[in-house]
């Protein structure tokens, strides 16, 4: 008889883990400078770059910011809201509601669609639950590019491997200082530590054999030859943006140096410019003091003082105004979001006619990243079960309309539909096109549940002796009637 001696997990990464583990990290550090890039541009920190020129050395420190890129990346994010999860066939979605409700994925989402505008990428990572118990549910977390990165398949279109590398160390009770990655495979997840004299000290190996990378990634503008995503923040948004900056930092400087009107004076003796004692005065004292009041001269006449034109700030505004209509179109805003206004109030058609762009490019995000949450869900429940869902049901994502539809015309629409028995009245399709959140139609169909039970009840109460149905007659045991 031969004895089976168990196989024992691996302490230190293998040869191909570790290879897996530099690659990643070299392509982790390949495009963090331009993720922090990107980021300083969200966040109205970015070294705007000057000419040198005209900007005194008294105003180096001077720092314009104005916060387009935010503007346009958020404008966008704010029309995807995530509602809810279903299955296309209509069934129960209770196991699909628990798994996203325990993960707050409603209100996590828009964090990771957020960063997915900015960076052109989000990476979701589902993993066992540590709550410890057998029913606990998975866990699913957001990961910025900025810590996380991945190899992808074109063919597959799926992960071949992932890496998260950070500093949150507390999990497993280590020193805030180290190191800490995470190497994502398709059979299992590995957590390791950055060893004091080098190499890798792996903590705990997840053996999930799923067969498949437990990440998905959130791609924002993909092309054909470029899966990994860009940025709504565009080289001509930054572009645009650092010129923007330049021009409110030359407004400052000839605010500083222009805003109190500049004067002259003609045939003023010496004296006029000091004081009792005979001491030339400062520039600010002579010119709010002495200058107002001149004497004659030893022939009598008056000094000449004169005024240059005060500095038009309008110069600059127009300029703006002129960088705020080329975002817009770089954004795909409306102008006005952008601060940019005209005399003549537009109307609400031609608002929504600006509006149409932004709305179409919400749609197609709302289609994009909701491939991606379907497969995070079918994950979960990958997880959660030990088995995939059948690929036969799909699973879909709600979202609540990008437009901007007014609460009578969705009422309308829904009610046209109905009258011309297109839908049924009853129907969840209809409260949906009625412009009424996920937690609304539950609440409805709760009531419309208590409402027939209620008439079910009333119906029975109003039930005479006289209308309870006769007892039928019993059959004799051979089948005749009774007494024959």
Request: charge should be negative.
């Amino acid at each position: 008889m031969t004895a089976t001696i168990p196989e024992l997990p691996l302490l230190s990464l293998s040869q191909d883990e570790l290879s897996l583990v530099t690659a990643l990290r070299n392509d982790l550090m390949q495009h963090r400078f331009r993720l922090e890039l990107l980021d300083s541009y969200f966040n109205g920190e970015q070294l705007v770059r000057d000419l040198g020129i005209s900007i005194p050395p008294q105003l180096k420190g001077l720092h314009t910011v104005i916060g387009w890129p935010r503007i346009g990346v958020e404008a966008l994010e704010q029309r995807l809201e995530l509602e809810a999860f279903r299955w296309a066939d209509g069934a129960d979605a209770e196991d699909l509601r628990e798994v996203a409700e325990a993960n707050d994925l409603f209100d996590e989402s828009s964090l990771a669609h957020l960063d997915a505008l900015t960076y052109g990428r989000e990476y979701i990572a589902v993993g066992s639950g540590d709550c410890g118990t057998d029913d606990c549910p998975p866990l699913i977390t957001a990961e910025s590019p900025l810590d996380m990165t991945l190899f992808w398949d074109a063919r597959a279109r799926v992960a071949t491997s992932a890496l998260r590398e950070s500093r949150d160390c507390e999990a497993f009770g280590l020193a805030p200082d180290d190191r800490l990655v995470t190497l994502y495979l398709p059979d299992q997840t590995v957590h390791a530590v950055e060893a004091d004299g080098g190499g890798w000290e792996v903590l705990d190996r997840d053996m999930h054999n799923l067969g498949v990378v437990p990440v998905v990634r959130m791609a924002n503008r993909q092309r054909t030859a470029d899966r990994v995503g860009k940025s709504e923040i565009t080289p001509e948004v930054m572009s645009i943006t650092d010129a923007a900056c330049r021009r409110l930092m030359g407004m400052e400087v000839a605010s500083e140096f222009y805003g109190a009107p500049q004067r002259y004076i003609l045939g003023a003796s010496e004296s006029a410019f000091q004081d009792a004692e005979g001491n030339t005065k400062s520039a600010w004292e002579t010119y709010i003091g002495r200058v107002l009041a001149l004497e004659r001269d030893e022939d009598g006449q008056v000094p000449t003082v004169g005024q240059f034109t005060a500095h038009d700030p309008q110069t600059y505004t127009r300029i703006i105004d002129l960088y705020a209509r080329i975002m817009a179109t770089q954004l795909g805003l409306p102008p006005h979001y952008l601060g940019y206004t005209t005399d003549n109030p537009a109307s609400a058609d031609a608002i929504r006619s600006s509006e149409a762009q932004l709305v179409k490019r919400a749609e197609r995000r709302c289609r994009r990243f909701g491939g991606a949450w379907s497969d995070v869900m079918r994950l979960a429940l990958w997880v959660r079960d030990g088995e995939p869902p059948e690929r036969s049901r799909r699973i879909e994502c709600v979202w609540r309309d990008p437009a901007t539809p007014t609460v009578a015309q969705q009422t309308d629409a829904a009610v046209k539909l109905v009258q011309a028995g297109i839908l049924p009245a009853d129907g969840e399709v209809v409260l949906e096109m009625a412009g009424l959140s996920e937690d609304q139609r539950q609440r409805v169909a709760a009531e419309r549940r208590r409402a027939q039970g209620l008439q079910i009840l009333d119906r029975l109460s109003q039930l005479g002796p006289e209308d309870q149905p006769d007892e039928e007659p019993q059959e004799a045991p051979d089948g005749g009637p009774d007494g024959l």
